[in-house]
């Protein structure tokens, strides 16, 4: 009984402590942990139905394969393009305000890896015109697809439901999901997040 107690205390303790935390810091740092990241994805799931028969990608598992579109009129199949190396996928739109701010991390990172370390792929759910516009004044040197938004697009069989952007998956080598990333990366965070868990 008394150990029933001290248990409910602390977690009683606890939960104020987030509490305080949100009231205080807003939810920016709960959201950059990886206990934060996965509570935010099973409440975006929970509440947004998935249409039945998709494929939809689920933690440590093989990702369902995709095939899209580039703006050079090619296709990009993932992950297979990139079998045998981490493959880092960003859903983003040009009319996002965080998915701007987030993309010259997103370039030097990609730069950083190189060809031999995780790649990096974009995902516009978004116009095609409008993304080309975008990228004449915020280039990139990592490929990017575009689709239309939808129940059926990317995002959603990446794991991401209720459509919010940006939204970033980490792919290993062999074709699981690794990690899922609801929100934009801060300055120096994908290092350490995309290092996490490989």
Not at 79 to 104: H, R, T, Y
Request: glycine residues 12%; charged residues 20%.
């Amino acid at each position: 009984m008394r150990a029933g107690v001290v248990v409910l205390a602390a977690l009683a303790a606890g939960a104020l402590g987030v509490l305080a935390s949100l009231y205080a810091n807003g939810p920016g740092p709960l959201l950059g942990t990886e206990l934060g990241q996965r509570a935010v994805n099973r409440i975006y799931g929970a509440v947004t139905p998935v249409p039945p028969g998709l494929a939809v990608a689920r933690p440590g598992r093989t990702v369902p394969g995709l095939t899209l579109a580039t703006l050079d009129g090619r296709t990009l199949d993932l992950p297979a393009d990139f079998a045998g190396k981490p493959l880092l996928v960003n859903i983003w739109a040009s009319w996002c305000g965080p998915c701007i701010q987030e993309m010259p991390e997103l370039e030097r990172f990609a730069r950083a890896q190189g060809t031999a370390g995780i790649q990096v792929v974009g995902i516009a759910l978004d116009d095609v015109a409008a993304v080309r516009d975008f990228l004449q004044r915020i280039p990139v040197s990592y490929p990017i697809a575009v689709e239309d938004a939808g129940p059926r697009d990317a995002g959603v069989r990446l794991g991401n439901p209720k459509g919010v952007l940006p939204y970033s998956v980490l792919i290993s080598a062999e074709g699981r999901l690794l990690r899922q990333r609801i929100g934009p990366f801060g300055s120096g965070e994908i290092d350490q997040w995309a290092s996490a868990d490989r």
